[in-house]
């Protein structure tokens, strides 16, 4: 039998990233003489990856962006990333215990992400964590990403799982979406960055520390779903 799979998201979900976002979506930013975002304000605009995150960020300041400029700031973000991973970014208290408890249960792991898949191997390299994911998958690893259903099952066929007997972590709608579409039970952090309770997004379960990711919840939601 296909061993059980948990997939999880990446920024805001396994690590910590606001802080290194934030710094290069400012850097981006200063090119253009916008004002800074600050960190109170910056869930507004996380979610869908760099290109979205600039976008939302100049609409919030009415300001229109062509798209020879938005690929300009984007290199910029980027460039400023890349240079800096890991920076200030640590996985979230609980989640090295947690990737050990279900390792030693015999579950996959790996990571669905909108983050480019390039500097997410990157990161999760640089803190210590790449062997315990059979596929990292970013939204440049298939021709469709999150909230696209395809994203995450076909990131569970290249960890070498089933679709059937996975599950979802992650801290946001687009995360909870995917999961659904893909009739996949999905476990919902409450510490990432989405503005509203990921409650209000109804998904199968709410933790607030990885302490309360159990193997009994894992199997108990896999099973209600019929895996």
Do not use: W
Not at 123 to 145: C, M, N, P, S
Not at 146 to 156: F, M, S
């Amino acid at each position: 039998m296909t061993r059980p799979i948990i997939v999880f998201d990446l920024d805001g979900t396994l690590v910590d990233t606001a802080p290194d976002l934030l710094d290069s979506l400012n850097h981006s930013l200063a090119a253009s003489e916008l004002a800074a975002v600050d960190e109170a304000g910056f869930k507004r605009f996380v979610g869908h990856g760099g290109r979205v995150m600039i976008e939302r960020a100049h609409a919030a300041q009415r300001r229109s962006l062509a798209v020879e400029e938005h690929d300009r700031l984007l290199k910029l973000f980027l460039d400023h990333y890349t240079d800096n991973i890991p920076g200030k970014s640590r996985p979230y208290p609980g989640v090295v215990d947690a990737i050990a408890r279900f390792e030693k249960a015999g579950y996959l792991l790996a990571v669905c992400t909108n983050k480019y898949e390039a500097n997410s191997v990157a990161l999760i390299e640089a803190l210590g964590l790449a062997k315990h994911f059979a596929a990292i998958a970013g939204q440049d690893t298939f021709v469709f990403r999150k909230p696209d259903p395809r994203h995450l099952v076909e990131t569970i066929r290249l960890a070498g799982g089933d679709p059937h007997r996975a599950l979802m972590v992650g801290d946001s709608q687009t995360d909870i979406d995917t999961a659904k579409a893909a009739g996949i039970p999905v476990v919902a952090v409450d510490f990432g960055y989405t503005e509203r309770h990921v409650r209000e997004f109804e998904p199968s379960a709410v933790i607030s520390h990885f302490d309360a990711l159990t193997l009994d919840l894992a199997e108990r939601l896999i099973a209600a779903a019929g895996g």
